[in-house]
């Protein structure tokens, strides 16, 4: 497959990494919600922000230094998931929350994930980003179904949750392939 063709994931294309997005894109969100459907939104955005955080620390530590194929679709996914934790900022600040103090503890843990793992070698760095997505796809699924989001938030979840699936398939062929070199 060629880098440049489009791999669309439901209704979304997810070889798009770093959408557009207009000034005019900028909302001010949450104007006559109830409180409660409030509080279950600042709830869903701050865990996706810190979770969006760990998956890029943990990409940004995976990266080595050969230029290989590996190496340049880490780069790539490390772009995309700091994209979700702009995309989950934005939306906080649009709604006047504000990010959670504490998700540093969240960068350490996907510090020790990214490093941990690139010691290992490739297969490690392959399954951790499977077992991570993994998780986090099933996360988004259960804050898409449990939230009453807007439209351009709950848009911006699905993109992100079908990049999160492209980003399992890549790695699982990627260690397909590499378990194919190694036998016979
Ligand atoms: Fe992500
Ligand atoms: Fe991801």
Request: positive net charge.
């Amino acid at each position: 497959m060629s880098n440049q063709e489009k791999q669309v994931m439901g209704d979304y294309d997810i070889s798009i990494i770093r959408p557009q997005m207009r000034g005019e894109d900028v909302g001010l969100r949450g104007h006559g919600m109830s409180a409660e459907r409030l509080k279950a939104i600042k709830k869903g955005l701050l865990a996706l922000h810190t979770l969006e955080l760990m998956a890029s620390n943990i990409y940004k530590f995976q990266i080595g230094r050969e230029p290989n194929e590996l190496n340049r679709q880490l780069i790539a996914a490390m772009c995309n998931e700091m994209t979700h934790y702009q995309d989950f900022q934005v939306k906080l600040y649009e709604y006047g929350f504000r990010p959670g103090v504490l998700r540093w503890a969240y960068w350490i843990v996907g510090f020790v994930f990214g490093f941990g793992s690139r010691l290992l070698g490739t297969k490690a760095i392959l399954k951790t980003g499977i077992w991570v997505e993994t998780k986090a796809v099933h996360h988004y699924a259960q804050l898409l179904s449990s939230v009453e989001w807007d439209e351009d938030t709950r848009k911006i979840i699905e993109k992100d949750q079908a990049d999160e699936y492209g980003h399992i398939n890549r790695w699982k062929n990627l260690l397909q392939s590499i378990q194919a070199e190694v036998k016979p």
